[in-house]
């Protein structure tokens, strides 16, 4: 089965400095990664994919991720955090259409 | 235009009542998901419908819960004689196609179960 993974379950990063989430997989052919963010009571937001085509993919609100296929990797990065951005950040991969979450990683930005 | 809609927000059930979560996929969507968040388990998927079809239940309980997509109105999650480990937030998610599209959550059902 593929599978995705989050290392940390928290990331603590000063307002304005560079903010990343880590995730790794594990698939067998090409994966199909994604990243969400879900805020307090919230539904999850869709930031970003990764399908196919350049390894470094942009997405929503100034965050982008890098596909890295020798070390399966796809971390989530945003060149300089805001105090906004402080939620759960969630890693997926598409099985077949079902989406297999990591378990998330609380990032807080500290003003 | 209307992103994924889910009613209600909150439901509050007593132990062996039925609890029925309502779904509207985005406009132009015609494939759902229902996921379930759980505090220890983190948010796993429960079935995968098209319109009158179930696709994909594989992540459903065996017994007392069920989900329908008719042709027409809201994809419905019907969980009967509900128990306190049914308590949880349950959302629903929408693509234009199965594969490989990006899926579109809604707000999501926090279920209690007293």
């Known amino acids: 089965a593929q599978s995705v993974a989050q290392p940390e379950d928290q990331v603590n990063v000063a307002e304005g400095n560079p903010l990343t989430v880590k995730c790794t997989y594990s698939?067998?052919?090409?994966?199909?990664l994604f990243w969400y963010v879900q805020y307090p009571n919230r539904g999850l937001q869709f930031l970003l994919k990764?399908?196919?085509?350049?390894?470094l993919v942009k997405g929503s609100y100034g965050f982008e991720a890098e596909f890295n296929k020798s070390q399966t990797s796809f971390h989530l990065k945003k060149p300089s955090a805001l105090v906004s951005d402080s939620a759960l950040y969630f890693c997926?991969?598409?099985?077949?259409?079902?989406?297999?979450f990591g378990a998330g990683t609380t990032v807080t930005v500290r003003a | 235009n209307a992103g994924v809609m889910q009613n209600p927000r909150h439901l509050v059930r007593r132990r062996g009542q039925e609890a029925r979560l309502r779904c509207s996929p985005m406009?132009?969507?015609?494939?759902v998901y229902w996921y379930r968040q759980l505090p220890e388990e983190g948010l796993k998927f429960m079935v995968y419908?098209?319109?009158?079809?179930?696709?994909?239940e594989s992540g459903m309980p065996k017994e007392r819960f069920s989900a329908e997509f008719p042709k027409e109105g809201p994809s419905i999650l019907r969980i009967q004689q509900v128990v306190r480990g049914d308590s949880a937030a349950y959302f629903c998610?929408?693509?234009?196609?199965?594969?490989?599209?990006?899926?579109?959550f809604g707000p999501g059902t926090r279920l209690t179960v007293t």
């Open positions: 998610a929408s693509s234009p196609s199965g594969y490989p599209y990006e899926q579109y």
């Open positions: 419908l098209q319109k009158e079809n179930i696709i994909d």
């Open positions: 990764y399908i196919t085509g350049d390894n």
């Open positions: 997926a991969v598409l099985n077949d259409y079902k989406l297999s």
């Open positions: 698939v067998s052919g090409n994966p199909y």
């Open positions: 406009k132009g969507h015609s494939h």
